[in-house]
């Protein structure tokens, strides 16, 4: 219990999340858009986020450590397509890896690879989601 403490005051200390991107996710989920997450991540850092809040706008919510499977697997791609309720074809996803943004267009979904806020706002009016 002493290391899980330390742990998770260690993950308060040097975890980082945009807060504009935080509240740009808000901000379509109140606009009634599905945002998903779809996260490579640890039990400990999914615990984190969920406490701190992070994971709220997002719905479903797909972590790799829940589901044994990790980007950029084809599958768990198309898992949160399926979870969404709609085909790869109509999912924009976005990641700022280049690997990952590969994978996501390998299982047939639109991508964009995150290099800032101001070309993802480009891509979201393109795609008409803003």
């Known amino acids: 219990a ?24 808000g901000d379509l989920h109140r606009r009634g858009l599905i945002v998903a997450a779809l996260s490579n991540t640890i039990v400990e850092h999914a615990e984190y986020l969920l406490s701190a809040g992070i ?29 969404v309720g709609k085909p790869t074809k109509e999912c924009l996803f976005i990641d700022d890896s280049k690997a990952n943004v ?8 639109a991508v964009h690879h995150f290099t800032g806020l101001p070309p ?4 979201l009016r393109r795609h008409k989601l803003l």
């Open 2 to 25: 002493l290391l899980k403490g330390l742990w998770r005051n260690v993950l308060k200390d040097t975890m980082k999340t945009n807060p504009q991107m935080v509240n740009l996710c």
């Open 55 to 83: 994971y709220l706008p997002f719905n479903p919510c797909i972590l790799s450590c829940a589901v044994g499977i990790h980007k950029p697997d084809k599958a768990i791609y198309q898992l949160t397509a399926q979870q």
């Open 102 to 109: 590969e994978g996501g267009r390998s299982a047939g979904m």
């Open 120 to 123: 993802l706002l480009q891509e």
